[in-house]
Nanobody
């Protein structure tokens, strides 16, 4: 059974940095694309960043590009999200996700519909709160 466990969230001030981690288990980590999404209060999942199996292709939403960096350590089965210059609008639950199918690319995770998101495995999330 695939399991994703996020950590690293917390309460910070605007301009601060945080690094999130997501440890995966239950299958071969380096075979699948990985991504971070976030969910604010009363909102749907919003794509944040995605990374290909090898880490060679990365994708970011316009709202985090230049501030956030996604990476993975396939030896540790861990996905990371380095978040710099945080803003109050970054406040949300941050969830890591990975597709059920090995054929699902990181690029395709950037524009998934709600129906397509049901074909992802999700962690339970870690809360990031940015005060102004």
């Amino acid at each position: 059974q695939v399991r994703l466990e996020e950590s690293g969230g917390g309460l910070v001030q605007a301009g601060d940095s945080l690094k999130l981690s997501c440890v995966a288990s239950g299958r071969t980590f380096n075979t699948y694309a990985m991504a971070w999404f976030r969910q604010g209060p009363g909102k749907e999942h919003e794509f944040v960043a995605a990374l290909s199996r090898s880490g060679g292709a990365v994708y970011y939403s316009d709202s985090v590009k230049g501030r956030f960096t996604i990476s993975r350590d396939n030896r540790k089965n861990t996905l990371y999200l380095q978040m710099n210059r945080l803003k109050p609008e970054d406040t949300a639950f941050y969830l890591c996700a990975t597709p059920e199918s090995v054929a699902t690319s990181a690029q395709s995770m950037t524009t998934m519909t709600l129906a397509q998101q049901r074909q992802l495995y999700w962690g339970q999330g870690t809360l990031v709160t940015v005060s102004s």
